[in-house]
């Protein structure tokens, strides 16, 4: 999945957020720009192998998000793809009926902009309020580095303790 034009790489992190407002107030002065709020749905789909979630996005329309990123906490690699889906319906039901449904979630998301580090202030139903860090880029190894001093400084600046940080995706928490 690392390879290719459409393939992308990131740092990332999920931390748990007790004050959502707070983190707000830090995240609107860091930004750069503030892409604004996201009503998401997230379908994923049972895989022997990464995980696969159709996204229903009131911002970005229907999304398939196929990605491979271990289950730990702290910075982390993630490789995905985003592909634009133009009837999510559809493609969902043939997607329950071949793999199954995993599980859904389902979310509230403003997002702002860090230079190339997006800010998630997440409101995720059944499971509570998050805050997530992603850092896109190109490149190997040196990048990877640079990218990753960028989330631990933004981590540092938003006050994400180490004991906040969730190994797992919102799926993997709603299962546990």
């Keep these: 999945m690392g390879e290719g034009p459409q393939a992308t ?3 990332e992190i999920k931390a748990r957020c007790a ?4 983190a707000r107030e830090i995240a609107r002065r860091l930004a750069t720009r503030r892409l604004g709020v ?5 379908t994923y789909f049972t895989t022997a192998k990464g995980r696969l979630k159709l996204r229903e996005s009131s911002l970005s329309g229907g999304q398939l998000i196929p990605y491979l990123r271990p289950d730990r906490s702290g910075p982390k690699r993630a490789d995905y793809q985003v592909l634009p889906v133009s ?5 969902k039901r043939i997607l329950a009926e071949i793999l199954g449904v995993h599980r859904v979630v389902v979310k509230r998301r403003e997002i702002f902009l860090v230079d190339n580090v997006r800010i998630h202030l997440d409101e995720v139903e059944g499971l ?6 992603e850092a896109v880029y190109i490149g190997g190894a040196e990048a990877e580095a640079r ?4 989330v631990e400084k933004l981590m540092a600046e938003l006050d994400v303790a180490e004991s906040d940080l969730v190994e797992t995706s919102y799926e993997g928490l709603l299962a546990g």
């Design 128 to 133: 509570g309020t998050f805050l997530e860090l």
């Design 38 to 42: 996201d009503e998401q749905t997230d």
């Design 147 to 150: 990218e990753r001093g960028k």
């Design 9 to 11: 790489t990131n740092i």
């Design 87 to 91: 009837d999510s319906a559809h493609l």
């Design 19 to 22: 004050d959502l407002a707070a």
